[in-house]
Every structure is written in structure tokens, then in C-alpha cells.
């Protein structure tokens, strides 16, 4: 039983079956000649001396040739065989390290930021929701109009993410919050916090995690009806993103907080 053990400990380290076997029967016989080594491991005769001199190659049996009598053959002491192979694999496993993080470091600087355009309201609240949905940290939103919240599954995610500790924060122009629909968005959302920006815009920028962000303004699609339309990008870039997040905080930190009159 324990000498099978030892076969399979032997093999799970990588070694072959014939060489686990021979070199188990050696730790288990004491010393032996090539042919006894055969019948007690198994082993075919015609590839014992094979094994036995790969091992003896390794260091991990010695040979003893006596004038006029069969050569014995003696096992080297497991614990020095297992120390000489576990300093082997941890070399394995330190140049192993080393390859990877080298293809890491190399990936990281080839970074291609993903990028792609949206056009149309549908489309562009459609994004609004998937980002927020896949966001885990952080989302900075600024909406020219709060009404915009109640299109899609946009507010669903952000109360989400707000229950989950997760930092939302909205801000909005002062002609953002004015109407019935905005307010009714506002309600929505309570109690995550709105501010009003001192600067108006017209535009939408949404900051997901610092790495992407979705940047949306209108273009006028109809000279008779002067209908407008949604025509924005979106982008997984880290570094603009930052940039992105620089702006919007410094716009935050200069807003004011919203007060609902009706509280």
C-alpha cells in the first residue's frame, strides 16, 4: 500500500511511472541489482537498466560495480532527492513568474482603448443603462435635463449601485430641474445626491469606474421641425477618463446642492 503511494506521489511531481516504480522499489529493497529491481517493480528488464541509468544521471541512485559481481544499485535518501526537487520547481516557478509578468508588463503598455460612436435617443439611453448596470465603484453623470432619468432602466441601476455604497453623483444645469418630468426623475432617485452646476451645458457625460466614460450632445436632425437627436461617444479609456473625472469634479466642487423646496 505505502508503495504505492509512493508511485503516485513520484508521478504527480512529474516523474515518469517506470521511474517512480524503479526508484521506489530501491527506497523500499535497500539496495538491489537491476534484475531484482525488474521483479519487484514491474518494471520490463529491458528498460530497467534504462531507468536506472537515468536516475543515476540525476544523482538520485548510486551504482556499485564490484570486480566479477552484478552492479547493486542504492537509492539516494528520499528527503535529500525531494529537497533537490523542490528547490528545482520553485526555479521553475520563479522564471515562470518572471516570463508572465513581462507579458503583463508588455500588455499594459500596448493597451488599445475600446471606442465606438452612438447615435439616436433609443441607443444612447440604451448605453446609459448597460454602463451603469456593469459599473461596481463609481458613477459621475451629468444630464443637461433630469428628465432623461426617467427613459430606460437608468435609474434602476443607479439606486443599485447607491445601495450598494457605491459612489452616484448627479449633476444638472439649472434649467435641468424645472419641470414636472424632471422633478418626478428627481423623486426617483432620492436620496441620491443632486448638484446644480454654475455653469449651464447641454450636453451628457457619464464616468464609469475611471476607466470609461460616454460623452453625448444633440444635433439638430430636421430643418422644418428643428427635432433634435442624440449623437455621442463612448469609450473604455483610462487615461481620458481620468481627465474626464478631473473635470467633472471640479464642476461638483463649485455646484450647489440641490434643495427641494417641497421637502
Known amino acids: 500500500m505505502e508503495l504505492n503511494h509512493s508511485i503516485n506521489s513520484l508521478i504527480a511531481l512529474g516523474w515518469s511511472e517506470y521511474e517512480s516504480k524503479v526508484y521506489s522499489a530501491l527506497v523500499n529493497e535497500g539496495k538491489s541489482t537491476a534484475s531484482h529491481v525488474a521483479k519487484v517493480s514491474s518494471v520490463p528488464a529491458n528498460r530497467v537498466y534504462q531507468i536506472l541509468d537515468r536516475l543515476s544521471d540525476k544523482g538520485y541512485v548510486r551504482r556499485i560495480q564490484g570486480k566479477g559481481s552484478p552492479a547493486v ?3 539516494k535518501e528520499p528527503g ?3 529537497a533537490e526537487i523542490e528547490k528545482e520547481h520553485k526555479s521553475l516557478i520563479s522564471d515562470a513568474k518572471n516570463s508572465l509578468d513581462q507579458l503583463l508588463e508588455r500588455s499594459t503598455r500596448e493597451y488599445n482603448p475600446l471606442a465606438y460612436t452612438i447615435s439616436g435617443r433609443k441607443e444612447m439611453n440604451s448605453q446609459l443603462g448597460e454602463i451603469i448596470r456593469n459599473t461596481e465603484h463609481e458613477v459621475l453623470l451629468a444630464l443637461d435635463t433630469l428628465a432623461e432619468l426617467n427613459l430606460g432602466n437608468i435609474v434602476k441601476g443607479l439606486n443599485r449601485l447607491h445601495n450598494n455604497k457605491a459612489r452616484v453623483s448627479i449633476l444638472t444645469p439649472p434649467t435641468g ?23 449651464p451645458f447641454s450636453n451628457i457625460l457619464l464616468i464609469s469606474d475611471e476607466e470609461g466614460i460616454l460623452f453625448a450632445t444633440y444635433s439638430k436632425t430636421s430643418e422644418i421641425t428643428e ?15 481620468k481627465m474626464f473625472r478631473r473635470m467633472f469634479m471640479d464642476s461638483w466642487d463649485r455646484a450647489k446642492v440641490f434643495v427641494d423646496e417641497q421637502d
Open 227 to 241: 427635432e433634435k437627436n442624440f449623437v455621442g461617444l463612448y469609450t473604455q479609456d483610462i487615461n481620458l477618463a
Open 73 to 75: 544499485f542504492i537509492a
Open 80 to 82: 535529500e532527492v525531494l
Open 177 to 199: 430641474i424645472n419641470d414636472s418630468y424632471e422633478k418626478e426623475a428627481l423623486a426617483k432617485i432620492k436620496p441620491i445626491e443632486v448638484r446644480v452646476s454654475t455653469d
